[in-house]
């Protein structure tokens, strides 16, 4: 049932954060249905879930009960983590499309004023594929860093191996290029290993 009326969707989100103990509604739209993120602290996920959709479903507002898809979170950071995992997810589809058939691992890590995003995918294997993906976040940076309050985000993208990371740094002042590749990994020094071996470990009796 579509609800139409941002006057009833504001009803709703009051009602939830009067009935809901420590309820924050994050997000609420009308997609043809209720779509409603919602933190909730102190509660367990499954409760929280409960609470929110029998508020929903008591609140009966113009006599009406409306299908909803509620995302809980347990706190401000999750749902800040959830929400930047899903800016970014749209924002590289058309890159991870040329990357082939690999799965797509989005991580968002959050500490104080600084946010990082990690890309994975085994199809990140030429530092140009890796520079669209950079692209693509840089265009939607500006709004991940209003979202989530902090004064730096960093990017970094992987193919899966720890051989092949490249990293960008956006701060309030400028953009900052840190690419940082060891070819010699897992030689710590950068450079090859000695007596012949490439960069394998020594072998016993060596």
Known sequence: MSIGNDVI?????????????????????????????????????????????????????????????????????????????????????????????????????????HLEIVVTNWGIREGAVSNSIHKRINGVVDGIKKLSNVSYVSVRTSNGHPHFPQHLVYGDDDICDDFTVNPNWPSKTGNPSGKGRGNNPPGRGR
């Open 9 to 113: 969707l504001e009803k709703i989100k009051r009602i939830i954060e009067s009935k809901v103990p420590g309820a924050q509604v994050k997000e609420i739209a009308d997609n043809g249905y209720l779509d409603i993120s919602v933190v909730v602290q102190g509660v367990s996920p499954r409760n929280q879930y409960l609470m929110v959709a029998r508020s929903i479903y008591e609140a009966d507002v113009q006599g009406k009960h409306y299908d909803a898809k509620i995302k809980c979170f347990e706190s401000h950071d999750h749902w800040v983590k959830s929400k930047v995992q899903e800016i970014i997810t749209e924002a590289i589809k058309p890159v991870v499309a040329a990357c082939g058939r690999f799965n797509t691992d989005v991580e968002v890590l959050l500490s104080g004023s």
